[in-house]
C-alpha cells in the first residue's frame, strides 16, 4: 500500500511541499466528503420516494428559509477559509528569502541550462546543497517552457523576453525528477532532468570536484567591457550616459516622467530594448543589442550590474 502511495505520489523534498500537499488534501477531503453526502442523498431519495411507495409526499409545514440560509452560508465561510489559506501559501511561494541563492536558468528547446552565482554551468542537472534557500530566475531563448519539479511542490512557466522567478528550499537528500511542464515542440518530452539535494558535506566535495569556474559577475564585468558599455558607462566616459553603480532595486527616473524600479526586467530592456524606456535628462543614444548578447550573457552582464554598489570604482 505504502509503495503503491509513493508511485502516485512524488516525494515531499521541499519546505513548500507539505503546505501545498495540505491544501490539496483538504480540498480533495471535503470535496469527497460532498460528493459522497450527494450520492448518499440521491440514494435515500431514490428509494424513499419510488414510485408506488407510500412516503409522505405533502410539503413539509417546518420553516425552510434558516435552513436554506445555513446551507449557503457555511459553504461561503469555508470557501473563504481556503481561499485565504491558499493565497497565504501562494504568497508565501512568490517571495524568495533574501538569503536565497540565486540560480540563472535558461530555457531552449530542449534542454534546461543553468548557472551558478560562482559561474558553474550544468545542463539539465542542478546540484544543490540540502536546507539552503534557491531562487531560480528564469528565462527562454524561444518558446516558452515551464520549470517544473514535482517532489518540491512548484511549477513556473520560463517566457522568452522576461524573467520569472521561482524558489524552495529542498529539505530532503536525494534525486529529483525536473520537468518541462508547457508543451514546448517535438522533444517536449525529453526536456527533463534532474535535481540532486545533497548533504553539505557532500556537495562541498562534489564542487571541489568541479573545475575552477569563472564567476558570473566577473564573466559579465568582461562582456561589459568587451561590447564596448563601459566606454560610455564609465564615469570619465566622453559620451553622457548613466552611471550603473548602484542602479538595481533603484527608482529610476524616466524622460516621460515615470518611475520604475530597476529591477532585472528592467535591466534586460534597457540592453534589448534601450529606446522603450529612456532615463530622464539622457538623449536615447544607446545602441540595441537585441540579437547580440545570448541569455547567458545578458545573464552575467545583469548580475555584474547587481554586484556594483553606489561608488564603486570601475
Ligand atoms: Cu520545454
Request: glycine content about 8%; overall charge positive; aromatic content about 14%.
Amino acid at each position: 500500500m505504502r509503495t503503491f502511495f509513493n508511485s502516485l505520489f512524488p516525494p515531499q523534498a521541499s519546505n513548500l511541499a507539505p503546505k501545498v500537499d495540505a491544501i490539496y488534501f483538504a480540498l480533495l477531503g471535503l470535496c469527497g466528503f460532498v460528493a459522497l453526502l450527494v450520492c448518499l442523498a440521491i440514494l435515500f431519495f431514490c428509494v424513499r420516494y419510488r414510485r408506488g411507495s407510500g412516503a409522505d409526499r405533502t410539503p413539509p409545514k417546518w420553516r425552510q428559509r434558516p435552513f436554506e440560509l445555513a446551507w449557503t452560508i457555511t459553504p461561503f465561510f469555508i470557501f473563504l477559509g481556503l481561499f485565504f489559506w491558499a493565497a497565504e501559501v501562494f504568497f508565501g511561494m512568490s517571495r524568495p528569502p533574501r538569503n536565497a541563492t540565486e540560480i540563472y536558468i535558461v530555457g531552449k528547446q530542449w534542454m534546461w541550462k543553468i548557472q551558478h552565482p560562482d559561474g558553474r554551468r550544468e545542463i539539465n542537472e542542478l546540484h544543490i546543497p540540502i536546507g539552503q534557500p534557491v531562487k531560480l530566475i528564469m528565462t527562454s531563448e524561444d518558446v516558452i517552457h515551464d520549470f517544473f519539479i514535482p517532489g518540491f511542490r512548484n511549477k513556473q512557466d520560463v517566457v522568452p523576453g522576461r524573467y520569472t522567478t521561482e524558489w524552495f528550499t529542498p529539505t530532503k537528500a536525494g534525486s529529483y525528477h525536473l520537468f518541462c511542464a508547457q508543451y514546448c515542440g517535438t522533444n517536449h518530452s525529453r526536456m527533463v532532468g534532474n535535481i540532486y539535494v545533497m548533504e553539505p558535506a557532500e556537495h562541498a566535495k562534489w564542487l571541489a570536484g568541479q573545475p575552477a569556474p569563472d564567476s558570473l559577475i566577473a564573466a559579465g564585468e568582461r562582456a561589459f567591457r568587451n561590447r564596448g558599455c563601459s566606454g560610455c558607462h564609465a564615469p570619465n566616459a566622453a559620451i553622457r550616459a548613466p552611471l550603473l553603480d548602484g542602479i538595481y532595486g533603484k527608482q529610476v527616473p524616466l524622460s516621460d516622467s515615470s518611475l520604475v524600479t530597476a529591477d532585472d526586467q528592467y535591466l534586460r530592456n534597457s540592453i534589448l530594448l534601450p529606446n522603450k524606456q529612456i532615463a530622464a535628462g539622457y538623449e536615447p543614444i544607446m545602441p540595441t543589442f537585441q540579437g547580440q548578447i545570448d541569455e547567458q550573457e545578458l545573464n552575467a552582464i545583469i548580475a555584474y550590474l547587481k554586484s556594483l554598489w553606489e561608488g564603486d570604482v570601475r
